[in-house]
């Protein structure tokens, strides 16, 4: 079910004496994930800011890096998606035996392995710009290097359900990407959007304009205004969808809360892996939109991104995101009728 309007209930055990140390004597800050990836193939690497980029299709592509401590985020972030998401893959209502998925920006190919495993009569594809999926995967799955804003190599109407996923930061040309989704689904098949989006939030005011958690996402946010591809929220997606052919578009958003501070379990456990996601994920998105795009040195960008993680330790800030999803389906013959 969609969070929307329904405010998170804070834990008084939560709440100390505000110290920023507030969490650090718990496990919420401990998390490791150990996932394993690959060599690839395509090996054209920018090293910045201490991370790893590709730039096989160009620096400006994917401004997010592509070194074992993404591929570790990544995986970690999808273990989040799961527990908001309640263990489902998607919010579409697909058939019970879709023929053909596709994945778009698969990343470390982790959602497209579930999937097939889930989906065992499904072929399952996973396409990224970027070479980090493992060599491993069931028999109907597979992954291969495309460029989503050139021409997709399938036929029209060739699979069931379309996905993408936090792929808004590396797409320069919306309406033709979306064109490809609509061209390739199937009459009656469904594309769906997930996006974090980039505002925060708190329904108790303990987030002042100054708070450096909402002053980083704000300046990501100009960040990706100027560099031409501004963070995507539910009404974005719906328009994207609608836009491009699809209709019955269903909007949704769960919130995310930053840090282990409500009283709910699964928020809570919710809010301590994003905290802990922070410390990776922070930099990720934002050391080269920050030295890049807003001409930053190095330094400046880091302590941004370190101030704002080390805030949400502090236990007195009640703050959330949204996660956004949008889902759509191609129309078939009778609704022409």
Not at 153 to 160: G, I, K, T, V
Not at 274 to 290: C, D, T, V
């Amino acid at each position: 079910m969609s969070q929307t309007n329904d405010t998170i209930e804070v834990d008084p055990a939560a709440v100390d004496d505000g110290n920023i140390d507030g969490y650090e004597s718990s496990s919420y800050g401990s998390y490791e994930s150990t996932r394993t990836s690959i060599n690839h193939s395509i090996n054209e690497y920018l090293y910045e800011n201490g991370r790893r980029y590709h730039v096989y299709f160009g620096t400006d592509r994917n401004i997010l890096p592509a070194d074992e401590i993404e591929k570790d985020r990544l995986d970690f972030y999808h273990d989040i998606f799961l527990i908001i998401l309640h263990g489902k893959l998607h919010q579409a209502p697909i058939k019970a035996s879709p023929e053909r998925i596709l994945d778009i920006g698969t990343g470390t190919g982790i959602w497209a392995i579930e999937m097939a495993d889930r989906y065992p009569t499904s072929e399952v594809i996973g396409i990224d710009l970027i070479p980090v999926q493992p060599p491993w995967a069931p028999p109907n799955c597979r992954f291969e290097i495309e460029d989503v804003e050139e021409e997709w190599p399938y036929p029209p109407n060739s699979f069931d359900f379309i996905h993408a996923r936090q792929i808004n930061q590396g797409i320069r040309d919306w309406p033709k990407v979306m064109s490809q989704f609509y061209r390739c689904t199937k009459p009656g098949g469904y594309a769906e959007l997930v996006e974090g989006g980039s505002a925060t939030f708190s329904d108790d005011n303990t987030m002042k304009d100054d708070n450096p958690c909402k002053v980083f996402f704000e300046t990501l946010e100009d960040a990706m205004i100027k560099f031409g591809r501004p963070p995507a929220f539910g009404e974005r997606l719906k328009e994207r969808l609608e836009n491009a052919g699809f209709v019955d578009v269903q909007v949704l958003k769960f919130k995310q809360p930053m840090g282990p501070w409500p009283k709910d379990k699964r928020l809570k456990a919710i809010g301590a892996m994003m905290l802990k996601h922070s410390e990776s994920g922070f930099p990720a998105y934002a050391l080269a939109a920050f030295t890049r795009i807003l001409g930053m040195n190095h330094e400046e960008a880091l302590k941004l991104c370190h101030d704002a993680h080390r805030s949400l330790f502090n236990s007195k800030y009640h703050i959330y995101k949204y996660l956004h999803i949008a889902y759509g389906r191609k129309p078939t013959a009778m609704d022409a009728d």
